[in-house]
């Protein structure tokens, strides 16, 4: 089974809209970290936000918002008021921590793309 | 603010001939990793480094793969005889603590021909 799975391999918004970017994933760790990552067209990884699993609060950066819903094992990314320099690769990651694991697992992907 | 810094930013090289790539993590970081994303895929991840020795390795990192931490600030990636397959942009990661967020160096695209 994948351990980060995005259905959405692109999407198209409006700009100045919210977006929703889905991520679940798939673990028996207890313990793990939850992170997004963003890949603009120049190539680099770019760290957006941060979800530990015992965080009680979803962890939110600026426009960055994560919905954190635990049972369903889903972290999607939400991005408020979008702009033209959103559009990117979005990349879910998970890290488990109580398995020893500190390599970061990603998903495949969503190619966001905001039009003006 | 601090970043990972990797060099070159784009190498070519012939199969077969071993390459060396180059990062320069964050100086407070103590975890350092290497990952890469063939064009159009997803990030994999290759090797991580704590202590001065491999702390997690996948199984991509063959015995084609070595890494180093030379002096107190590089850390590198050999390829010792590239294979075409392994033309990818390669990332260099590091982190403070094995369980917060790792930062990424902006990546070195290899092209084997």
């Known amino acids: 089974a994948q351990k980060i799975t995005q259905t959405q391999p692109g999407m198209f918004v409006q700009e100045k809209e919210a977006v929703t970017l889905d991520c679940t994933y798939d673990?028996?760790?207890?313990?793990?970290?939850l992170f997004w990552y963003k890949q603009p067209s120049s190539g680099e990884m770019i760290f957006l936000i941060y979800?530990?699993?015992?965080?009680?609060q979803n962890a939110t950066e600026g426009r960055y918002s994560l919905n954190f819903q635990k049972a369903r094992k889903s972290a999607n990314l939400v991005i408020s008021a979008s702009q033209l320099g959103d559009s990117a690769m979005y990349f879910c990651?998970?890290?488990?921590?109580?398995?020893?694991?500190?390599?970061?697992?990603f998903g495949t992907g969503t190619r966001l793309t905001i039009i003006p | 603010e601090p970043e990972v810094t990797q060099t070159p930013s784009h190498q070519v090289t012939q199969m077969g001939q071993e390459v060396i790539l180059r990062c320069v993590p964050i100086?407070?970081?103590?975890?350092f990793y290497w990952y890469r994303q063939i064009l159009g895929q997803k990030v994999e991840f290759l090797v991580s480094?704590?202590?001065?020795?491999?702390?997690?390795k996948s199984e991509i990192f063959d015995d084609q793969f070595s890494v180093e931490r030379p002096d107190g600030s590089n850390f590198t990636l050999k390829i010792r005889s590239t294979k075409l397959e392994d033309s990818a942009m390669y990332f260099c990661?590091?982190?403070?603590?094995?369980?917060?967020?790792?930062?990424f160096g902006q990546g070195t695209r290899l092209t084997v021909v």
């Open positions: 990661a590091s982190s403070e603590s094995h369980n917060t967020e790792a930062f």
């Open positions: 673990t028996s760790d207890p313990s793990y970290g």
């Open positions: 100086s407070n970081h103590l975890y």
């Open positions: 979800q530990g699993s015992y965080d009680q």
């Open positions: 480094f704590y202590n001065n020795e491999i702390s997690e």
């Open positions: 990651a998970m890290r488990e921590v109580l398995f020893g694991n500190e390599k970061l697992t």
